[in-house]
C-alpha cells in the first residue's frame, strides 16, 4: 500500500481555506499513485486556534467530511480526514455513536475508495501543557483496527505518541501500521523524532507520523512528517515546509520483521 502523508501548511481558523487545500492535495497524491492519503490533525481549523473550535465544529455526517467521503469515491483512493473538530451532539443526532452526548471531539475519519466510512477515532489523550485541549474536548474511548488494502491500520493523534500501551493495544489487535496525524510544535522537535521511531520499534510495526506545518500568534508546527517501518528506519521523511511524503507500507515486511526478531512474543 503507498502511503501520502501530507503535511499541510494551516492557517488557524480558516476553515474553508484549509480544507480546499487538503482536497487539492489529496487529488494530488491520487492521481500520483497513492492508495492512502493521510492528513495532518486539526487541518480544517488549526490546532492552535481554540477560540475557532465551536465554530468550525459540525457532525461526522455533516458537509465538510461528505466533501472528503466524495473525493475518496472520485479520485478512487482511501481517505483519512487527518483529523477535524467534531460537533458530538450533531454527530448524535445523525446517527453516529459518541462518546458522550455533547461537546467537540478531536476526531480522525478514514474513507474507503467507495467514500464509506471505515473507521473514526477520537483522540484519547487530550493535551493541556500550554493548550486549551482538555478544556474544550471530550477524550475518545475506542482504538479500532481495520484491513485496508490488505493491511491492518489503526490510528492515533500526536499527543498519544507518548502513551506506549495505546499503540500495544493495536498491536494486539493485529495492528500493522499506525497513522498519526499530529499539530506538534518546535519546543519539543526532539520527542517527535523519538517517539515516533519508539513506537515503531517496540511494536514492529510501521507508524507513519503526519504532521502539519505553519504558525499561530506564536505557536509553530515543526512539519518533519516522517514513516518508519518496522525496525524504525526512516523510509522516507520531510523538512519543516508544506509537502507530501510519501512510502510503501507492506505487511509481509511486518510479518517477516516479526518472526526474525520475537519481541512480541517474549513479552511477559
Known amino acids: 500500500m503507498r502511503v501520502a502523508c501530507v503535511q499541510l501548511g494551516v492557517e488557524g481558523g480558516a476553515v474553508a481555506a484549509n480544507v480546499e487545500g487538503a482536497i487539492e492535495r489529496v487529488r494530488a497524491a491520487a492521481a500520483d499513485g497513492a492508495d492512502?492519503?493521510?492528513?495532518?490533525?486539526?487541518?480544517?481549523?488549526?490546532?492552535?486556534?481554540?477560540?475557532?473550535y465551536a465554530r468550525a465544529a459540525e457532525s461526522l455526517a455533516g458537509d465538510r467530511l461528505s466533501r472528503f467521503a466524495a473525493v475518496a469515491a472520485d479520485a478512487d483512493v482511501n481517505v483519512l480526514a487527518g483529523t477535524v473538530v467534531e460537533d458530538l451532539a450533531a454527530s448524535a443526532a445523525d446517527g453516529v455513536d459518541v462518546p458522550a452526548p455533547e461537546g467537540l471531539a478531536n476526531a480522525a475519519?478514514?474513507?474507503?475508495?467507495?467514500?464509506?466510512?471505515?473507521?473514526?477515532?477520537?483522540?484519547?489523550?487530550?493535551?493541556?501543557?500550554?493548550?486549551?485541549?482538555?478544556?474544550?474536548?471530550?477524550p475518545g474511548?475506542?482504538?479500532p483496527v481495520v484491513e485496508l488494502e490488505g493491511v491492518r491500520v489503526g490510528v492515533t493523534t500526536c499527543y498519544d505518541l507518548r502513551f506506549?500501551?495505546?499503540?500495544?493495544?493495536?498491536?494486539?489487535?493485529?495492528?500493522?501500521?499506525?497513522?498519526?496525524?499530529?499539530?506538534?510544535?518546535?519546543?519539543?522537535?526532539?520527542?517527535?523524532?523519538?517517539?515516533?521511531?519508539a513506537r515503531a520499534i517496540e511494536n514492529l510495526a510501521y507508524v507513519a507520523a503526519v504532521n502539519g506545518s505553519g504558525a499561530f500568534d506564536g505557536d509553530a508546527l515543526c512539519g518533519r512528517t516522517?514513516?518508519?517501518?518496522?525496525?524504525?528506519?526512516?523510509?522516507?521523511?520531510a523538512g519543516e515546509e508544506p509537502t507530501t511524503v510519501t512510502a510503501e507500507v507492506d505487511p509481509e515486511r511486518v510479518a517477516a520483521?516479526?518472526?526474525?526478531?520475537?519481541?512480541?512474543?517474549?513479552?511477559?
Not at 39 to 46: I, M, S
Not at 171 to 196: D, I, N, Q
Open 36 to 52: 492512502l492519503v493521510v492528513l495532518p490533525e486539526l487541518f480544517d481549523v488549526g490546532y492552535f486556534a481554540f477560540d475557532s
Open 109 to 138: 475519519v478514514l474513507f474507503d475508495r467507495d467514500g464509506e466510512r471505515r473507521l473514526v477515532y477520537r483522540k484519547h489523550h487530550l493535551f493541556g501543557y500550554g493548550s486549551e485541549e482538555t478544556d474544550r474536548m471530550v
Open 141 to 143: 474511548e475506542r482504538v
Open 164 to 197: 506506549p500501551e495505546q499503540f500495544r493495544d493495536m498491536v494486539e489487535a493485529g495492528v500493522e501500521c499506525v497513522l498519526v496525524p499530529s499539530a506538534w510544535p518546535y519546543p519539543r522537535v526532539e520527542h517527535w523524532r523519538t517517539l515516533g521511531r
Open 226 to 237: 516522517t514513516v518508519y517501518d518496522p525496525w524504525g528506519t526512516t523510509l522516507a521523511s
Open 257 to 268: 520483521v516479526r518472526d526474525e526478531f520475537p519481541a512480541l512474543r517474549d513479552r511477559r
